[in-house]
């Protein structure tokens, strides 16, 4: 029987490799791998294995069968990943987990083979933490662990563990009809929701209650004195003061709003700036999804936005259709001059998912901005909720002692060089740190005897404050120390550096510069807001790029970062294709071809039966958009926009980046590049020119060859401003790649201007108009001076923007993108082939005049169709003849099919925002790795103390075992106590508290 078993057994795995090969599956994780993931240490490293497609171990689970030791392990190393903090690859593997036949079928076969005591209750627990995760993470498959759980009991019965163990028979019991529940009811509430009492419960955006509420918040005082009774009172209160901080402006300017009569809309109360007319568009996707909003500019008032602080990244917005009785709350994740200037600005909302999907694009708002700067606020918070059971110093932050005591890295008999505090000699270059009565007098320090007793103070005790006012070189006290520290670094214990903390990006640099003139490496500078050329090497972004042009980058680490970026690249074509065709439901008349499946039969019927004007749409006919002017003034528009730029005295930048990228750039890059080749054709023509004008005047007699090629010359320099010059011209001067391509796309439109046909200036190609409607006014801009306000408002927005790295996916412009090119393209009508032009009117014939003015007049009335949200009445749903309806009706009609074509495209991409969501934040993740790899190579990491907050399980993970906080005078409480580690064995802190102290937004 045995033999005949191993037959079988080996004739089974042939059928199944057999069948792997025939399916083309990958290969399964194996025994060995399994067994060197249960004794990995690196908890990340195991979720980043099990969460890989390529690791084998979704297909391993989805087999047909596994055998007794490979179930085993699989319970025990995912029991292990449990514990990771990487929350969406954990995500991932129980997904993988709950949608094979591992729990109902492989589980449960399992459990009817063990027989002793021991392991039944071994095992069942590793399926009780994995069960209460898939509650917590992923609670639509609590089914999953209710067979599992049921076939335990069955076990626990048989072993009288029933009885012998009656409490984990309850914890199973528990467990098991919480997931009947979520099977049965659904997920009623957050797993993390705790008594509202618990500040680690309370949201990081505020709620209605905290808005409109009559009562005041439940606030205590920061003590200045004495101790707090605990831990959690302690974090509580500042917890709750933070939070009130960004909050109150907030709730000052909504109450007022909404107690106040005013004639007109204001654009600020109190300390709130209100905008007005805001709708909410469609999805764009960056590192996450975020959401395009557009919002009436010109209600705002005269704003240099170039140099304005408002909707800078990282802001809090607020929104609301019913004068603020509900609230959506969303960050700016984007802005540009360029869009701020059309009234576009991007944001992300991070909860109420389905109430932004279930928003018109014609619904109104109005958008309320905090003048705290929420970003800065947010991590810190999220900090406090995250500090548990112990935090570093708690002796001296909460319960007050005042016996101080020595670093954990230092013993009594070390000895530090310390020569960097005065001059080289025998005395200073062996010091007995924690004996400072045998520490040379004060006569060989570059120091006063303040200064020393601060060095002395810093580098012996855990805990250190150093404060004085402006002169008296603290921060020069704090280098030194620095330079100590480093110079001895072998006796710090740790290798895993120094972390320094600043409040701005300013005082960072600035102190990351003095480090660097006595130890010009090992620092990483973590943000990308720094201003110094200095330290543009050491920047964390700079680093990484380096490593991975070097290929020094994790092999798992790179196959997943890969991977993530690959699926997110996938999932962002579809997103934004169906997004563009919402906005540019919004940009002008959908054509019925669009609207079809939207209509009633009897309305599509009737509306088709009575229309006969040609090639026109039959919607345009029905609601009577007629007689409208040719494309060919846009073309002369978009041609003189290109002439003034050619004219313009700057050089054009010689620009290698449109290699390989000719046929898909924008028209205003186009525009940049036929600068470049114009000028080669001006500068060549010139010099053969003054070359022959060098040789007609050296001759006697008049040549009249060499006369006639003078005139043919300067003609061609005069024609290259008049117009847009024949390809014979240029050909020489272009790159022959470059038209190679362009002759060979464009040339069956005009074989002698292929150029200019790329270039968009003639109607040969069909061009969606509002892309040139863009381009023009881009163009305008640049050639009017504006081109530098981004740039500008760059400076500004760096004054704020946080540790943030610039993104695979966040390469946005103010241009429409090519899918939106497309949308455009299948309007029967675009609300911008309406916008007037106002060049040469003076020159305009009577009949132009009244064409202009028809235009005007076509436009108002379709910006009001779509934007204004029109209640229809239930009559006109049952109209057989929609031609018989009056125009106010017809117009309601058309918004009802348009309304449900919105709705129907933003439901189709639910899933994949949120499959993109999940994606960028196992992205996130897996950075966070690659980050660690390298910051624990550093001496010294810079941060601010947001950047702190924000990165606090990465530098956990790294755990740097001093700090130093320069300006820390000037950082509230809360900022300093989450930039702490669990691993911090000292922290010196550098401030005036006389002169900079703590600016809140509120008192």
């Not at 005069?718 to 240029?730: G, Q, S, V």
């Not at 300093?976 to 669990?982: A, C, E, G, V, W």
Request: one cysteine or more; charged letters at 25%.
């Amino acid at each position: 029987m045995l033999s005949q078993g191993r037959h079988h057994t080996r004739r089974d795995e042939y059928h199944r490799h057999r069948r792997r090969r025939r399916g083309g599956q990958r290969r399964q994780m194996g025994f060995e791998r399994l067994r060197d993931l249960i004794d990995e240490d690196n908890l990340e490293n195991i979720t980043l294995e099990l969460a890989s497609d390529k690791s084998g171990f979704e297909s391993m689970l989805h087999s047909h069968s596994m055998t007794f030791d490979e179930i085993r392990l699989v319970l025990a190393v995912v029991d292990k990943a449990c514990s990771t903090d990487h929350k969406e690859g954990l995500k991932k593997v129980l997904k993988t987990l709950c949608t094979s036949c591992f729990l109902d079928t492989h589980l449960v076969n399992f459990f009817d083979q063990l027989n002793h005591y021991d392991e039944i209750e071994d095992y069942s627990n590793h399926v009780f933490v994995i069960c209460e995760e898939i509650l917590k993470k992923s609670p639509r498959n609590a089914g999953k662990c209710v067979d599992a759980l049921q076939c335990i009991g069955y076990a626990f019965s048989d072993c009288d563990i029933i009885y012998d163990n009656p409490e984990l028979e309850a914890h199973r019991a528990e467990l098991g009809r919480t997931c009947i529940r979520h099977v049965v009811f659904g997920q009623c509430r957050s797993y993390e929701e705790e008594p509202p009492d618990n500040y680690r419960d309370l949201e990081m955006f505020p709620s209605l209650q905290d808005l409109l509420s009559d009562e005041q918040p439940f606030l205590r005082q920061n003590k200045d004195k004495g101790a707090y009774s605990s831990l959690d009172t302690y974090l509580d209160v500042q917890f709750r003061l933070l939070r009130e901080d960004y909050i109150q402006p907030l709730r000052r300017g909504i109450l007022e709003y909404k107690q106040s009569r005013f004639d007109k809309a204001p654009n600020k109360v109190a300390d709130t700036w209100l905008y007005h007319d805001v709708h909410i568009m469609r999805s764009v996707c960056t590192d996450d999804i975020d959401t395009r909003l557009t919002f009436d500019v010109t209600r705002v008032g005269r704003i240099r936005w170039q140099s304005s602080k408002r909707l800078i990244y990282g802001s809090l917005v607020c929104l609301s259709r019913d004068n603020f009785e509900t609230m959506l709350f969303a960050t700016v994740t984007n802005r540009t001059v360029h869009d701020l200037l059309k009234g576009n600005i991007q944001v992300r909302f991070e909860k109420d998912f389905d109430i932004v999907l279930n928003i018109s694009p014609t619904d109104t708002f109005v958008m309320a901005e905090t003048p705290a700067y929420f970003e800065a606020y947010r991590h810190v918070l999220s900090r406090l909720q995250q500090i548990e059971d112990l935090l570093p110093f708690q002796r001296y932050l909460v319960h007050c002692e005042t016996n101080l005591q020595q670093p954990g890295y230092l013993d009594h008999g070390v000895r530090y060089d310390m020569t960097a505090l005065g001059e080289y000699t025998y005395n200073l270059t062996s010091v007995p740190v924690l004996n400072t009565s045998k520490w040379p007098p004060q006569r060989f320090y570059d120091l006063n005897e303040v200064q020393l007793q601060a060095v002395k103070t810093a580098l012996t005790k855990e805990l250190a404050i150093i404060q004085g006012p402006p002169g008296t070189g603290k921060t020069y006290v704090g280098l030194k120390i620095m330079q100590v520290l480093l110079e001895n670094k072998d006796n710090l214990g740790s290798s895993s550096g120094i972390l320094v903390v600043c409040y701005t990006n300013h005082a960072l640099d600035q102190f990351l510069e003095g480090i660097h003139k006595f130890h010009p490496h090992g620092i990483i500078r973590v943000g990308g807001r720094s201003s110094s050329k200095t330290l543009e090497p050491y920047n964390l972004k700079e680093l990484r790029m380096d490593r991975r042009r070097k290929k020094r980058v994790r092999q798992i680490v790179h196959d997943n970062l890969l991977e993530c970026k690959d699926k997110m690249a996938a999932i962002k074509n579809t997103i934004e294709e169906v997004g563009c065709r919402i906005e540019a439901s919004m940009l002008g008349v959908l054509h019925e071809n669009t609207l079809m499946p939207y209509m009633e039969r009897h309305h599509l019927r009737s509306l088709l039966n009575r229309f006969r004007v040609g090639k026109q749409s039959a919607i345009l006919s029905w609601l009577e958009f007629k007689h409208l002017p040719t494309f060919q003034r846009l073309i002369n528009e978009w041609t003189r926009a290109i002439l003034d730029f050619v004219r313009r005295k700057e050089s054009a930048m010689e620009d290698p980046s449109y290699a390989g990228d000719i046929l898909s750039m924008s028209f205003v890059d186009r525009a940049h590049v036929y600068k470049i080749w114009l000028e080669r054709f001006r500068l060549n023509v010139t010099r053969e020119k003054g070359k022959i004008e060098k040789e007609y005047q050296a001759e006697a007699t008049i040549n009249r060859g060499k006369d006639f090629i003078l005139r043919m010359l300067t003609a061609q320099l005069r024609e290259a401003a008049m117009a847009i010059l024949p390809d014979a011209y240029l050909q020489q001067f272009v790159p022959r790649w470059a038209y190679s391509l362009i002759k060979d796309t464009y040339s069956e439109y005009h074989d002698e201007y292929s150029i200019k046909v790329w270039l968009g200036a003639t109607p040969h190609v069909a061009v969606a108009e509002v892309d040139l409607y863009d381009a023009i006014q881009e163009l305008d801009e640049i050639n009017s001076g504006l081109s530098n306000a981004d740039e500008a408002a760059a400076i500004i927005t760096g004054q704020r923007f946080i540790d943030d790295e610039v993104d695979l996916f966040t390469n946005q412009s103010s241009r429409l993108s090519a899918q939106m090119s497309k949308a455009i393209n299948t309007l029967a009508l675009s609300f911008q082939s309406l916008l007037s032009t106002t060049v040469h009117e003076g020159n305009q014939s009577a009949n132009e005049q009244v064409q202009a003015a028809h235009k005007r007049n076509q436009k108002k009335r379709l910006e009001r169709i779509l934007m204004e949200a029109r209640p229809i009445n239930t009559q006109i749903l049952h109209c057989r003849d929609v031609w018989y309806l009056d125009m106010n009706d017809r117009e309601s009609l058309y918004k009802t099919w348009v309304t449900a074509y919105q709705h129907d495209c933003k439901v189709s991409i639910k899933d994949k925002e949120q499959e993109y969501r999940q994606l960028s934040q196992r992205r996130k993740e897996v950075l966070r790795e690659e980050d660690k790899d390298i910051l624990s190579q550093a001496d010294i990491i810079g941060m601010t103390t947001t950047g702190a907050a924000k990165h606090a399980s990465l530098l956990e993970a790294v755990a740097p075992s001093i700090i130093i906080v320069e300006e820390a005078a000037e950082v509230l409480e809360s900022h300093i106590i989450t930039s702490l580690n669990p691993e911090c064995q000292q922290l010196i802190l550098i401030g005036d508290h006389q002169q900079l102290r703590p600016n809140p937004q509120s008192t």
